[in-house]
């Protein structure tokens, strides 16, 4: 383990709290919530991938409030690396993407067991981000939250990943150099996501994907 990840096991002396979300209305408005309803102070926010990691790199955090999509592509894609160097960092997902596509995986793969919606109510993303910051398991696992007939619910985060590309139009050989693959590992998940959803293009593909609020 590195230094830095070292340092995640040393005990706070008080919350501190990294916010990714790259849309403005909900970062000013959770930050608020964080500070004005919830008596947190130091509150701090990102809008990138990038953003996030040299953040991370500089300061130490105990929970980051994280949104799936950020500015500069998925979160999804440097949450391993955030996972690895900072395995003491508590993370919840605040998303508009459905909980019972992520919410599963997420906490298989990385522990994430907070998955808050932004369509939420007031009240109860401040009861959810109180429970989150204190360190409480939520009283619903959403993990539980799945939806049997949704095609997208057993998608794994690669599949996931390349899914969010497909449905921007970005083709294969771009979505490879995003993603640092091979081409033919980009077309064998292109291929398995037709076939778990059995759509045979990406016509059907984004229907599909907008009856289902994913994006």
């Known amino acids: 383990m ?9 005990p706070f002396m008080y919350t501190k709290i990294l916010l990714a979300d790259d849309h403005s209305m909900i970062r000013k408005g959770v930050k608020l919530l964080c500070e004005a309803q919830l008596g947190f102070s130091d509150v701090q926010t990102v ?54 596509i992520y919410a599963r995986t997420l906490k298989q793969q990385y522990g994430i067991s907070l998955f808050i919606s932004k369509a939420a109510p007031e009240e109860d993303t401040i009861r959810l981000l109180r429970q989150f910051f204190q360190n409480e398991q939520p009283a619903r696992d959403p993990a539980g939250m799945e939806q049997s007939n949704n095609p997208f619910s057993d998608f794994t985060l690669r599949e996931l990943e390349i899914l ?13 150099k995003a993603l640092n ?22 016509i059907e593909l984004k229907e599909l994907a907008t009856l289902y609020k994913v994006s």
């Open 164 to 176: 969010h590309y497909m449905l921007k139009g970005i083709g294969t050989n771009e979505i490879a």
């Open 181 to 202: 693959l091979k081409w033919n590992t980009i077309s064998t998940v292109k291929n398995r996501i037709f076939e778990k959803t059995t759509t045979t293009n990406l």
């Open 2 to 10: 590195n230094s830095v990840a070292l340092s995640y096991t040393l």
């Open 47 to 100: 809008t990138s991938c990038s953003e996030l990691m040299k953040e991370l790199a500089q300061k130490k955090y105990t929970h980051l409030v994280l949104d799936i999509n950020l500015s500069d592509g998925s979160s999804l894609e440097v949450l391993p690396n955030i996972r690895s160097l900072y395995p003491y960092l508590q993370i919840s997902i605040l998303s508009m993407q459905p909980a019972a």
